[in-house]
Antibody, heavy 122, light 111 residues
């Protein structure tokens, strides 16, 4: 079935880096844009970043711009989120989600993974 | 950062109808971008409830319906059931971000 599975979360000190991965299966990965969305403990959903199907277009939320980088490997059906200069306010459950289209247009996000928890603390 | 505004909470007795509003701006819903709705049960990822303003994925009961007009949208739950207790979020696209924008979230409580 169509699914995405995140990994790579953990506890990291402020200022350090972490790389998240999202493995996709059950659909033609290279056809669809992919998103990262995060949810801080007890808070709402926050869109983080999107990458187009071929990796040429990438967009970021202002809160992570310049610190996070989204990328993908279509040969391995995987999307990544490289997170640098991490801050305590980046602590959240990070979800990967498939877009319904090829670029970040009017598409909806489905499915979502179970998420991977990132905790930034000294 | 753009955001879509929802009421923090709504409540209703079993069998009643509740509605959740989602208010945006000219850079997202007002620009003609679609609205999608998600249901999030405690400890689980968001589940797609409505896509493309008013379409239900297979398996979603027809008790759930939605509409969109200009810079606002709404989700209605008819015949409220205890299993409907959850957080609900709207989602649209924002051209100033070139990315997604979520609503602030609404907690539905079944009395």
């Amino acid at each position: 079935q169509v699914q995405v599975v995140e990994s790579g979360g953990g506890v990291v000190q402020p200022g350090r880096s972490l790389r998240l991965s999202c493995a996709a299966s059950g659909f033609r990965f290279s056809v669809y844009a992919m998103h990262w969305v995060r949810q801080a403990p007890g808070k709402g959903l926050e869109w983080v970043a999107v990458i187009s199907n071929d990796g040429t277009n990438k967009y970021y939320a202002d809160s992570v711009k310049g610190r996070f980088t989204i990328s993908r490997d279509n040969s391995k059906n995987t999307v990544f989120l490289q997170m640098n200069s991490l801050r305590p306010e980046d602590t959240a459950l990070y979800y990967c989600a498939k877009d319904s289209g090829a670029v970040a247009g009017t598409g909806w996000f489905d499915p979502w993974g179970q998420g991977t928890l990132v905790t930034v603390s000294s | 950062q753009s955001v879509l505004t929802q009421p923090p909470s709504v409540s209703g007795a079993p069998g009643q109808r509740v509605t959740i509003s989602c208010t945006g701006s000219r850079s997202n819903m007002g620009a003609g971008f679609d609205v999608h709705w998600y249901q999030q049960l405690p400890g689980t990822p968001p589940k797609l409830l409505i896509y493309g303003n008013n379409n239900r994925p297979s398996g979603v009961p027809d008790r759930f319906s939605a509409s969109k007009a200009a810079t606002s949208a709404s989700l209605a739950i008819n015949g409220l059931q205890p299993d409907d207790e959850a957080d609900y979020y709207c989602l649209s696209h924002d051209y100033s971000l070139s990315g997604g924008v979520f609503g602030t979230g609404t907690k539905v409580t079944v009395l």
